[in-house]
């Protein structure tokens, strides 16, 4: 199996910033494509940011600018830095992974962390 496990949710002010850790363990071969999404109470789960396992990255038009997303391939764990935080970013962050567990085939399975809550008020 694939474990994922976040960290470095937190309370912050407006303006603030966190960084946002997410590395994955488990019958890993190779991660594809990594990602943030986040969800606050009452909405659907929204993409934030997403990184190829080339380096290529897309972001959300409301975060452009201010969050960074980055990984590190040797520890298979994907970071994400938040600056200029609003209190519109308050929410439960989430990262995915899509995961080839084995070299004798080309399929990858896509896992999910459990979550961080991100709170930004003053």
């Known amino acids: 199996q694939v474990q994922l496990v976040e960290s470095g949710g937190g309370l912050v002010q407006p303006g603030g910033s966190l960084r946002l850790s997410c590395a994955a363990s488990?019958?890993?071969?190779?991660?594809?494509?990594m990602g943030w999404y986040r969800q606050a109470p009452l909405n659907q789960r929204d993409m934030v940011a997403t990184?190829?396992?080339?380096?290529?990255?897309n972001y959300a038009d409301s975060v452009k600018g201010r969050f960074t997303i980055s990984r590190d391939n040797a520890k298979n764990t994907v970071y994400l830095l938040m600056n200029s935080l609003k209190p519109e970013d308050t929410a439960v962050y989430y990262c995915?992974?899509?995961?080839?567990?084995?070299?004798?085939?080309?399929?990858?399975?896509?896992?999910w962390g459990q979550g961080t809550q991100v709170t930004v008020s003053s």
């Open positions: 990184i190829t396992d080339g380096g290529s990255t």
């Open positions: 488990g019958t890993i071969f190779s991660i594809k494509s």
């Open positions: 995915n992974a899509d995961v080839q567990k084995s070299s004798r085939s080309p399929a990858a399975y896509r896992y």
